[in-house]
């Protein structure tokens, strides 16, 4: 019995520690950043190039040092991107059930300066994001996912 209760005892423990790991690990496998080869204001140009080239479109951009400094705040240059490809958002709200990542939509880039003089990409992790939809969520996703990749390998490198 005593044997028992000591298994049972390490399951619950060893759960909890790999519930905490998990917990503190996941940000870092949800988001993805990239130094850029670039300083900030050629970054964003060589970004909505590259975004455009690809057919994508870029529906807003999201300007956050001009409007931090709107209300008095002083920060470094930070512009978010909401992208859109036409064909695979089509892909996924034209099914009712699909409809439900409607808040992931459109994919979002943000590109940013750090105090150490670089310029930094970020995204979600888009693949690692879709995989436990499956189905057709999974398909268009990993798709989508691929083609921004493409654009910031052509950023980056």
């Known amino acids: 019995m005593k044997t028992i ?71 470094l240059g930070v512009k978010i991107f909401e992208l859109c490809s036409s064909k695979y958002s089509a892909e996924i709200l034209k099914l009712d059930d699909e409809r439900i990542v409607a808040p992931l939509m459109p994919c979002r880039v943000a590109i940013y300066e750090k105090s150490n003089g670089k310029t930094y990409i970020t995204r979600m992790d888009s693949e690692l994001m879709a995989k436990p939809f499956g189905g057709v969520i999974n398909d268009v996703m990993q798709k989508a996912a691929s083609e921004i990749e493409d654009v910031i390998v052509q950023v980056v490198r």
Request: aromatic share 10%.
């Open 5 to 75: 209760l000591t298994g049972l005892a390490s399951l619950v423990a060893g759960a909890i520690i790999m519930g905490f790991i998990g917990f503190y690990s996941l940000p870092g496998l949800m988001l993805v950043e990239d130094e850029t080869k670039y300083d900030f204001e050629t970054t964003v140009q060589v970004f909505e190039e590259k975004v455009k080239e690809a057919g994508w479109s870029i529906l807003v951009i999201h300007d956050m040092q001009e409007t931090l400094t709107g209300h008095g705040h002083d920060v």
